[in-house]
């Protein structure tokens, strides 16, 4: 459950203040599939990012699973993102030294995970985005696609809540960028929240629901138009 | 995050740049290596210095004339100094516990003899003197038991001063002449070898009573004192004070102890060792600055993967814990392959060169290791720093 009240992001840039977000007002509930789509510098990243906990709203209230995330300490966010968020990113960030399974038991490595599980879970998750056979290659030897599967099986290791996505496909040819959705979907109706940006109005369509965002305002926030 | 994973995952970031690595590393590993050979080398002089001053026994005291001052005059300027004379040591043999009590001049001098002259080291001692330090004759006797103020001309020859001398020929009974006196020469000893440099063979020994003539001094350098084993220092100390101090009127001299010779030594020796290791430390600084500017360099190129690890819920505290774990890793095996190469040099030596006194401390090794790892530690906070507190986001954003 996610509740956005007022919430403002404004950045300074010299005089002048950049309203990226504008009293943005927005309910999400559990195993939603929501897509966000908008002109360029509409604010789509900057909602993502404070729905994610990388970025604090400069006003208003963030209610996650009803308790107020607006204004926690740093260390506490971090413990919220880990448990509760994946993030995928346009530009996959693996880390190039570590192997797909490597990279994908980080988010345990970190919360202290021992070695047995770590690997087994890692082993299952990147089976099921379908990386059996590429355990141990490193990003510079997985094609586009392959890594962001990487990248979403790291996301989903914790089993976190939402999984956020920001133009998952932007680097990706069509083909891998559908079959990244169709795991991401899949994901969604086992009972993951999916908040999806993208400029790709074939993609954003598929979501139930549409977000669009104009100059940091909700612009419509319409259902999925049954065909 | 487990510490073990700790670090396993800095060992993985190490091993990933292996040249850059080994590089920093070695200018850890080569201060250590400074560290160690030359805190070797001061400890091996510490236990050679130790080893030359013990060989003769440790239970001996030095009395020797004038007090010596905080104040830093020095005592001789002074003329309420009474020297210290033959009958002062003859005094000193009825102190408590005291077995010997030897007067002793020394200086150069020259022998002549069987048409050659040979220069050596002239010790003037009382006829105790061979049976306190334990150097035996080896052949005819040592000075003989005389009255100290009116001791024969008899001479005692060094191994290697007879040898110099008579070559295989029998040197007792001889004559010999040092200075202007003529001596004759009633033994000889058994070779000793040599103490702090001073060659103990190439010697001659006289009376202490002629000794003060031929150097024309009114007192003697020192008495030397060999007490009882199981005596306590300090009442042997007190009697050989009370004594003086009757013969004198005042405190005029000085008692020094083995334990304090050896004292005064080992901490001219420590500031020498420490001195050298300072030395050494710069170049582990040198060392320091390169993990600095590696992890400077680190840090900045791995900007996404920080923001990576923070979006994936790490905190700060564990961002700055991986950095400095791998500078302190870092440090820790370029000390380690410091030590390694030491330990190997000095092996070298002491099997080639064995002369050179080298000695490993194992205290030494591992404040170097400690001291290694340390600058690791500094060099490595404020890079670790600025990684943690780099914002999430911005991180993220640098391609
Ligand atoms: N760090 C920043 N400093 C100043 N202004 C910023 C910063 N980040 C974003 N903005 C501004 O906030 C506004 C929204 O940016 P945002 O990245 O959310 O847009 P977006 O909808 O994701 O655009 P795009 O489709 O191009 O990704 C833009 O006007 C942008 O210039
Ligand atoms: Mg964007």
């Given at each position: 459950m996610i509740k956005?009240?007022?919430?403002?992001?404004?950045?300074?840039?010299?005089?002048?203040?950049?309203?990226?977000?504008?009293?943005?007002?927005?309910?999400?509930?559990?195993?939603?599939?929501?897509?966000?789509?908008?002109?360029?510098?509409?604010?789509?990243?900057?909602?993502?990012?404070?729905?994610?906990?990388?970025?604090?709203?400069?006003?208003?209230?963030?209610?996650?699973?009803?308790?107020?995330?607006?204004?926690?300490?740093?260390?506490?966010?971090?413990?919220?993102?880990?448990?509760?968020?994946?993030?995928?990113?346009?530009?996959?960030?693996?880390?190039?030294?570590?192997?797909?399974?490597?990279?994908?038991?980080?988010?345990?490595?970190l919360m202290g995970t021992n070695k047995k599980e770590r690997r087994q879970r890692a082993e299952e998750v990147l089976d099921s985005v379908g990386l059996r056979s590429r355990l141990d290659h490193r990003p510079d030897q997985l094609s586009g696609g392959e890594r962001q599967r990487v990248a979403i099986a790291r996301a989903i290791v914790m089993r976190p809540s939402f999984l956020l996505a920001d133009e998952p496909t932007g680097n990706l040819d069509s083909k891998s960028g559908g079959e990244i959705i169709s795991i991401v979907e899949d994901l969604n109706s086992q009972g993951i929240g999916l908040v999806v940006v993208t400029h790709d109005p074939d993609l954003g369509d598929r979501a139930r629901r549409h977000l669009r965002m104009v100059d940091g305002r909700i612009h419509s926030d319409n259902p999925r138009k049954s065909a | 995050m487990k510490f073990i994973d700790l670090i396993q995952f800095t060992a993985q970031a190490i091993f990933s740049h292996r040249l850059r690595s080994t590089l920093t590393a070695?200018?850890?590993?080569?201060?250590?290596?400074?560290?160690?050979?030359?805190?070797?080398?001061?400890?091996?002089?510490?236990?050679?210095?130790?080893?030359?001053?013990?060989?003769?026994?440790?239970?001996?005291?030095?009395?020797?004339?004038?007090?010596?001052?905080?104040?830093?005059?020095?005592?001789?300027?002074?003329?309420?100094?009474?020297?210290?004379?033959?009958?002062?040591?003859?005094?000193?043999?009825?102190?408590?516990?005291?077995?010997?009590?030897?007067?002793?001049?020394?200086?150069?001098?020259?022998?002549?003899?069987?048409?050659?002259?040979?220069?050596?080291?002239?010790?003037?001692?009382?006829?105790?003197?061979?049976?306190?330090?334990?150097?035996?004759?080896?052949?005819?006797?040592?000075?003989?038991?005389?009255?100290?103020?009116?001791?024969?001309?008899?001479?005692?020859?060094?191994?290697?001063?007879?040898?110099?001398?008579?070559?295989?020929?029998?040197?007792?009974?001889?004559?010999?002449?040092?200075?202007?006196?003529?001596?004759?020469?009633?033994?000889?000893?058994?070779?000793?070898?040599?103490?702090?440099?001073?060659?103990?063979?190439?010697?001659?020994?006289?009376?202490?009573?002629?000794?003060?003539?031929?150097?024309?001094?009114?007192?003697?350098?020192?008495?030397?004192?060999?007490?009882?084993?199981?005596?306590?220092?300090?009442?042997?100390?007190?009697?050989?004070?009370?004594?003086?101090?009757a013969r004198h009127g005042g405190e005029d001299f000085t008692i020094l102890t083995q334990q304090q010779m050896l004292d005064v030594l080992g901490s001219i020796i420590d500031v020498l060792t420490l001195g050298v290791g300072a030395l050494g430390g710069i170049s582990l600084l040198v060392g320091g600055v390169g993990i600095f500017t590696i992890m400077t360099i680190a840090v900045r190129e791995r900007t996404e993967e920080i923001g990576l690890l923070r979006a994936i819920g790490t905190t700060k505290n564990v961002v700055a814990r991986i950095f400095i774990g791998e500078a302190v890793l870092l440090s820790a095996l370029g000390g380690a392959g410091g030590l390694l190469l030491a330990l190997i040099v000095i092996g070298a030596v002491s099997v080639l060169a064995p002369s050179i006194p080298v000695n490993v401390s194992i205290m030494y090794v591992l404040l170097a290791e400690l001291i290694a790892v340390l600058t690791g530690l500094i060099a490595g906070v404020l890079p670790a720093y600025k990684a943690a507190s780099l914002a999430p986001l911005d991180a993220l954003r640098t391609d």
């Open positions: 956005l009240r007022g919430i403002c992001r404004d950045y300074e840039v010299g005089d002048e203040t950049v309203h990226a977000l504008d009293h943005i007002e927005l309910d999400i509930a559990a195993g939603e599939y929501i897509s966000i789509m908008g002109p360029s510098g509409s604010g789509k990243s900057t909602l993502l990012n404070i729905l994610g906990l990388l970025d604090k709203p400069t006003a208003g209230i963030y209610e996650l699973d009803g308790s107020d995330v607006s204004d926690l300490p740093d260390d506490h966010l971090a413990q919220v993102r880990r448990q509760k968020i994946g993030f995928i990113f346009q530009s996959f960030h693996l880390v190039s030294r570590l192997t797909a399974h490597e990279n994908v038991e980080l988010p345990m490595l | 070695i200018g850890i590993g080569v201060g250590v290596l400074a560290v160690v050979l030359l805190t070797a080398i001061g400890e091996g002089v510490n236990r050679f210095v130790v080893e030359q001053f013990t060989q003769f026994g440790t239970t001996t005291i030095a009395v020797q004339p004038g007090k010596s001052s905080t104040l830093g005059i020095n005592p001789a300027v002074l003329n309420s100094v009474r020297p210290l004379s033959l009958a002062d040591a003859v005094a000193l043999e009825r102190a408590p516990y005291v077995l010997y009590s030897v007067p002793a001049v020394s200086g150069a001098g020259s022998i002549e003899a069987n048409n050659r002259e040979r220069n050596v080291n002239v010790f003037a001692v009382g006829p105790g003197f061979d049976r306190a330090f334990k150097f035996n004759v080896n052949i005819g006797s040592f000075l003989p038991p005389d009255n100290l103020e009116r001791a024969r001309p008899v001479a005692v020859l060094g191994a290697m001063a007879a040898a110099e001398i008579f070559g295989s020929g029998n040197p007792l009974g001889q004559r010999i002449r040092i200075g202007n006196e003529r001596y004759r020469v009633v033994g000889v000893m058994e070779p000793k070898g040599e103490m702090l440099g001073i060659d103990l063979d190439d010697t001659v020994y006289i009376p202490a009573a002629r000794g003060l003539e031929m150097f024309n001094r009114t007192g003697l350098h020192e008495i030397d004192i060999l007490y009882a084993e199981d005596a306590p220092v300090d009442e042997v100390v007190a009697g050989i004070r009370r004594i003086l101090l």
